[in-house]
């Protein structure tokens, strides 16, 4: 997996490009691999900071709209802000593809740890 970060004032854009061989595609599904949704969400939490791991989440909305196969790039712009009076941190991410089309969209909630 190859990867690299741009920042911007408002998100971050990171890039990952998944091989064929790429784990996340094994049994899912066989003869026709795709990148489970659930591996979305895991990917986005290995990109904050090592901060916001540390706490508990909710996912507020997750939408998967366009099946990813291998040998696929993909760009994750992720926000995040925090949530007014509470020690929570909301984060937003839009994955889309090399032709800039939206594949997925996330959203959770993250408490700090404590």
Do not use: C, W
């Not at 741009?6 to 003869?31: L, V």
């Not at 986005?44 to 916001?52: D, F, G, H, K, T």
């Not at 593809?97 to 404590?114: L, M, R, S, Y």
Request: charged share 20%; proline share 5%; glycine share 6%.
């Amino acid at each position: 997996m190859k990867s690299s970060a741009n920042t911007s004032t408002e998100s971050e854009i990171f890039t990952r490009y998944y091989e064929a061989g790429h784990r996340a595609f094994q049994g899912h599904f066989p003869n026709n691999p795709i990148l489970p949704g659930v591996f979305y969400f895991r990917e986005i939490r290995s990109l904050l900071p090592s901060a916001m791991t540390a706490g508990s989440y909710v996912i507020k909305q997750a939408k998967f709209i366009k099946m990813v196969g291998p040998d696929t790039q993909l760009f994750y712009q992720i926000g995040q802000r925090p949530v007014a009076d509470e020690d929570k941190t909301e984060v937003t991410a839009i994955v889309k593809n090399a032709a800039e089309e939206t594949v997925a969209k996330i959203q959770f909630i993250v408490k700090a740890e404590g």
